[in-house]
């Protein structure tokens, strides 16, 4: 993947294909290939251009000390100014949908459409709880097994479907056991538990919001709370489908997606 640098901070990222624009934003802690098993030659077959990237704070991108969301935003409005892509359409997953969102917000010019995956706009209880568990555990400096973290993650963002499922699920337990790409992420500053539900009825692109049915991170719920907050979005469920859900239901993601990028707008 080529270095691109933006203004002192370098992105590493994919271009791919030719035609209209679509730019991935993928979420927290995820390299911009994996959009690259189903979704990028998806939309390549179709005649679109699109590009990937691994956010600030993941390396080969740069890795500063921390990370902020108007960081994240700032990057992606870069990358879609350098690259010419604008205006394109854009679509993200959980923390990537929710840059997405505000970048439609702080920079309507460069966005065309806009597809939000696995998102929400206000978190409920339990994902605060979730949250702020998490970072209890990160700042006492505690180390769980391998194994034990593989197991919650395959729980945390599988569908159930997939998990009964005997060995396909043993095969993402692999998946989850290896170890992270790149050597080590910066500190993501980002509030989840801000309230941007008010902020989104202000997106006035057309939009996707798609919801996984078994969503345990970013449950389905908080999906149609987006979609009714954005003026005219369209929501969709995909069923059999956890956190991961581009990745456990490609083929219903993508005929989403793909019908979704190529309705014409009305006149």
Known sequence: MPLIDLDGTRLSYDDLG?????LLIAGTAARGRTWHLHQVPALVAAG???VTFDTRGIAPSDVPDRVTMADLVADAAGLIERLGLAPCRVAGSSMGSRVAAELSL?????VDRLVLMATFGRPSAFQTAVSEAEQALRAGGHRLPDDYLAVVRAMQNLSPRTLADDRTARDWLDVFQLPAAGGPASRLEVDERADRLGAYAAISVPCLVLGFADDLVTPAAGGRAVAAAIPGARYAEIPDAGHYGYLEQPHLVNAELLTFLQEKEPA
């Open 18 to 22: 030719a035609g209209p624009a679509v």
């Open 48 to 50: 679109y251009r699109v």
């Open 106 to 110: 702080h920079r309507p010019d460069l």
